[in-house]
C-alpha cells in the first residue's frame, strides 16, 4: 500500500481537500500509476457541483492526466512499470462489440462499474482516514498514485512532456477529434464553433487541419478571441451584439448557413441555435458539450427534414489506447498544437485555485 496525497472530495459543492491517502497495490488486470501532471476539466466540476447524476462522494476526481506505470497487476502484459502512460476514461478492450465497431470508440467494458465509481471487481483502491473513496471516471487523476484498469490506459512517448501531454486524455482529443473524425470537416468548408474554452480552441485547430477556409468563434467573453484566432479562427462574435437569435446572424453572414457548427458549453439552447445555424442540404452540428441531468434538446423537426444533422461525440470519436499514443506523436511532430492551451501550471496543492481560474474564464 502506497501513502500519498489526494486532493478528495467530500461532498457536493464543497471545496476539495487535500489529503493523505492510502492507495492499494493492483489486482489482476490492474496498474498503479504514480501521476506526474494532471489538468482541470468542466467535467470535474460539473460532478463536484452535485450536477452529475452519476456523482458519487467521497471521491477523488480528475481524468487529464500523465504518468509513469509503478506497478502492474497478474496477467498485464501491455504495461510494464517505468512506462510512460495517460489513463483513459473512455478504455478500449478490443474484445467487446462497441471495439470491434469502427462506426464507435465507447467500449462498454467497465462502464458499469465505473460509473459506479469501482474498480471492474467492484471495489476501492483508496481508503482515507478509514472511509472508502471512489474512483472517478476510472482514472482519478487528482492523487498522486492512482489505480486504473489496464485497457484504460495508453503507452506514450517517454519523451514527451507529461505536464503537456495530460491534456490529450481529455479536451485537446475531445476537440479536434470532433472536427476531424465525427464531423470530417472538409476543405473550403465554413464551420462555427459555440464556446471558445479548451475543447472549443481544439475544434478550431481541427477545423484549421481539416481545410475549413471560414472559422467562426462565438463566445460571450471577447477576452478570448484573441487566443481563438491564434488557433484559426477566421473571425470571432457574441451574441450579445446582436438585437436577433445568434443562428440568424449567422446564416445571414454565410450566405444561408454554416457547413459544419459545433456546441462545446453544454448548454442546450446553444445546442438548438448551432443546429439552426447550419446551411439546408447538408449542414452538420456536433454536439460536444455535456449539459447538465434531465435536460432535453429542441427544435423544429423540419430543420432535420430540409437536409440538417444533429451528431454527438464522445472523447471526439478516438479508439482511444490506440489513438492516443499517435495524437501524442502528432504532437511531438507539431502536427498539433498542445502547449499552447495551457494558460498556468500550479503546485497541487493550489488545485482550488486552478478550478477558480476554470470558472472565471481564465
Not at 485497457?151 to 481529455?170: N, Q, R, Y
Amino acid at each position: 500500500v502506497i501513502k500519498c496525497k489526494a486532493a478528495v472530495a467530500w461532498g457536493a459543492g464543497k471545496p476539495l481537500s487535500l489529503e493523505e491517502v492510502e492507495v492499494a497495490p493492483p489486482k489482476a488486470g490492474e496498474v498503479r500509476i504514480k501521476i506526474v501532471a494532471t489538468a482541470v476539466c468542466h467535467t470535474d466540476a460539473y460532478t463536484l457541483s452535485g450536477a452529475d447524476p452519476e456523482g458519487c462522494f467521497p471521491v477523488i476526481l480528475g481524468h487529464e492526466g500523465a504518468g509513469i506505470v509503478e506497478s502492474v497487476g497478474e496477467g498485464v502484459t501491455k504495461v510494464k512499470p517505468g512506462d510512460t502512460v495517460i489513463p483513459l476514461y473512455i478504455p478500449q478492450c478490443g474484445e467487446c462489440k462497441f471495439c470491434k465497431n469502427p462506426k464507435t470508440n465507447l467500449c462498454q467494458k467497465i462502464r458499469i462499474t465505473q460509473g459506479k465509481g469501482l474498480m471492474p471487481d467492484g471495489t476501492s483502491r483508496f481508503t482515507c482516514k478509514g472511509k472508502q473513496i471512489y474512483h472517478f471516471m476510472g482514472t482519478s487523476t487528482f492523487s498522486e498514485y492512482t489505480v486504473v484498469a489496464d485497457i484504460s490506459v495508453a503507452k506514450i512517448d517517454a519523451a514527451a512532456p507529461l505536464d503537456k501531454v495530460c491534456l490529450l486524455g481529455c479536451g485537446i482529443s475531445t476537440g479536434y477529434g470532433a472536427a476531424v473524425n465525427t464531423a470530417k470537416v472538409e476543405p473550403g468548408s465554413t464551420c462555427a464553433v459555440f464556446g471558445l474554452g479548451g475543447v472549443g480552441l481544439a475544434v478550431i485547430m481541427g477545423c484549421k487541419i481539416a481545410g475549413a477556409s471560414r472559422i467562426i468563434g462565438i463566445d460571450l467573453n471577447k477576452d478570448k478571441y484573441a487566443k481563438a484566432k491564434g488557433f484559426g479562427a477566421t473571425e470571432c462574435i457574441s451574441p450579445q451584439d446582436f438585437q436577433k437569435p445568434i443562428q440568424e446572424v449567422l446564416v445571414e453572414m454565410t450566405d444561408g448557413g454554416v457547413d459544419y457548427s459545433f456546441e462545446c458549453i453544454g448548454n442546450v439552447g446553444v445546442m438548438r441555435a448551432a443546429l439552426e445555424a447550419c446551411h439546408k442540404g447538408w449542414g452538420v452540428s456536433v454536439i460536444v458539450g455535456v449539459a447538465a441531468a434531465g435536460q432535453e434538446i429542441s427544435t423544429r423537426p423540419f430543420q432535420l427534414v430540409t437536409g440538417r444533422t444533429w451528431k454527438g461525440t464522445a472523447f471526439g470519436g478516438w479508439k482511444s489506447v490506440d489513438s492516443v499514443p499517435k495524437l501524442v506523436t502528432d504532437y511531438m511532430s507539431k502536427k498539433i498544437k498542445v502547449d499552447e492551451f495551457v494558460t498556468h501550471t500550479l503546485p497541487f496543492d493550489k488545485i482550488n485555485e486552478a478550478f477558480e481560474l476554470m470558472h472565471t474564464g481564465k
